[in-house]
Nanobody, 116 residues
């Protein structure tokens, strides 16, 4: 059974940084797309960043220039480096992986709170 385990969330002051990690375990052998989404009580889940196996990236306009997504295929891990954090970045962040076979997997999320 495939599991995605996120880590790295927490409380940070505005302007600070956090690095999220998400590692896959179980029967997922080849991952096509890795990504991060976020959701709040007021907003639906939205794409933050995604990275394909070939290195193509997409970022939400609101995080461009501040967030960087990267992946380690051998470790089946995706990272999200978040710099210059703002209060509006506060959300639960979810890891997503799509296998080359088209299966879609989600983590349970990690909470990021940006507050002074």
């Amino acid at each position: 059974q495939v599991q995605l385990v996120e880590s790295g969330g927490g409380l940070v002051q505005p302007g600070g940084s956090l690095r999220l990690s998400c590692a896959a375990s179980g029967g997922i052998f080849s991952i096509s797309v890795m990504g991060w989404y976020r959701q709040t009580l007021e907003k639906e889940r939205e794409l933050v960043a995604r990275l394909t196996r070939l290195g193509s990236t997409n970022y939400a306009d609101s995080v461009k220039g501040r967030f960087t997504i990267s992946r380690d295929n051998a470790k089946k891990t995706v990272y999200l480096q978040m710099n210059s954090l703002k209060p509006e970045d506060t959300a639960r962040y979810y890891c997503n992986m799509v296998s080359t076979g088209g299966m879609d997997y989600w983590g349970v999320g990690t909470l990021v709170t940006v507050s002074s």
